[in-house]
């Protein structure tokens, strides 16, 4: 079963920044695709950015240019800078992990809270 450490939330004022760190546990890490969802109170979960292995990124379009996901394969861990934060980015930011061997994994989420 791979499990996926969060860390890195916390609370901060708008433009500031903050970086999230997931460490996963698992033998597949550099071949998986690595994801952050984040989920505001009484909204859907949305994808905020996701990273393939050959390093491809996507993001929601209201990140773009402030967020950056990246990945270390030595050390099994998947990174969000996010940059110029704003009160709607407040939600608990989720870490995912999938790969066709071991399916997709989810982290226990660490809440991100922006200050105006």
């Known amino acids: 079963q791979v499990q996926l450490v969060e860390s890195g939330g916390g609370l901060v004022q708008a433009g500031g920044s903050l970086r999230l760190s997931c460490v996963a546990s698992?033998?597949?890490?550099?071949?998986?695709?690595m994801a952050w969802y984040r989920q505001a109170p009484g909204a859907q979960r949305e994808l905020v950015a996701r990273?393939?292995?050959?390093?491809?990124?996507t993001y929601l379009d209201s990140v773009k240019g402030r967020f950056t996901i990246s990945r270390d394969n030595a050390k099994n861990t998947v990174y969000l800078q996010m940059n110029s934060l704003q009160p709607q980015d407040t939600a608990l930011y989720y870490c995912?992990?999938?790969?066709?061997?071991?399916?997709?994994?989810w982290g226990q989420g660490t809440q991100v809270t922006v200050a105006s």
């Open positions: 698992s033998a597949f890490f550099s071949l998986s695709v």
């Open positions: 990273i393939n292995a050959r390093g491809d990124t």
């Open positions: 995912n992990l999938n790969h066709w061997n071991t399916g997709i994994s």
